[in-house]
């Protein structure tokens, strides 16, 4: 990509002494976001929107752009970005559509996190597994090919299948719906503001996952679970121990 780079640096220090672990055993069900959660394809879209938004506005994509989409929409960019340059020309959901169709020729090319696989493999028949994700099902259908972690996974939810994506509640609320399992009886594994949020908003428990080179939300409650992956696969392996 010719303008910004996708990585970048946590924008907090998680300091804690000792690191409390989940109770596993609380949950009959996993539902896990999957851009920057699971796999590292946050650049992916972002070289999308920047191709999109150079071609449709003509305008370069800044840090500030990069730490606000990730974890948002194509269209909330967008949205924000028309409203920066006073444009009504063109609308939100035309950028939007032409970075789904950028993102749709692309090649796919991405890493796993760390312990993502173990961690699936680890649970797969001992809890249900959910995805549910912002992005298309054309891409996670792809992307799932690509990283052979279909068959892990007993339901997919996407964007297409929703009216309103997360940080609404309804993505999380149909999955918990399709795996028959109480929205309590649920973890969901996330790592942006919107994903929190939508868990929130579902009342729904969630952790906080801590990928490397990741942006830490914003705003984080203290209360918030955060763990890496070969954390929460430790304590995996720890909780069926006997």
Known sequence: MDGIICFWEPHHVVSRTTVKMIDFSRYDSFIFDWDNTLAATEPLHIKAIEKALQEML???????????????????????????L?????????????????LR??????????????FLHFWKGRKKLALASNSSREFIERSLAYSGLRKYFDCIICAD???????????FLLAATQLASDRNRCLIFEDSTAGLLAAQNAAMPAVLV????????????????????PQLLQASKGSCKN
């Open 58 to 84: 003509q305008y370069q994509m800044n840090y500030d752009d990069c730490l606000f989409f990730v974890g948002s929409t194509s269209a909330a960019l967008a949205e924000r970005i028309l409203h920066k």
């Open 86 to 102: 006073d444009r009504d020309d063109v609308s939100a959901e035309q950028v939007s559509q032409r970075k789904a169709d950028i």
């Open 105 to 118: 020729k692309q090649d796919i090319h991405f890493k796993l996190f760390p312990g993502v696989q173990e």
């Open 161 to 171: 299948d929703v009216e309103k994506r997360k940080p609404e509640p309804e993505m």
């Open 210 to 229: 801590l990928n490397p080179g990741n942006p830490l939300p914003g705003v984080l409650e203290l209360s918030q679970p955060m763990y890496s992956w």
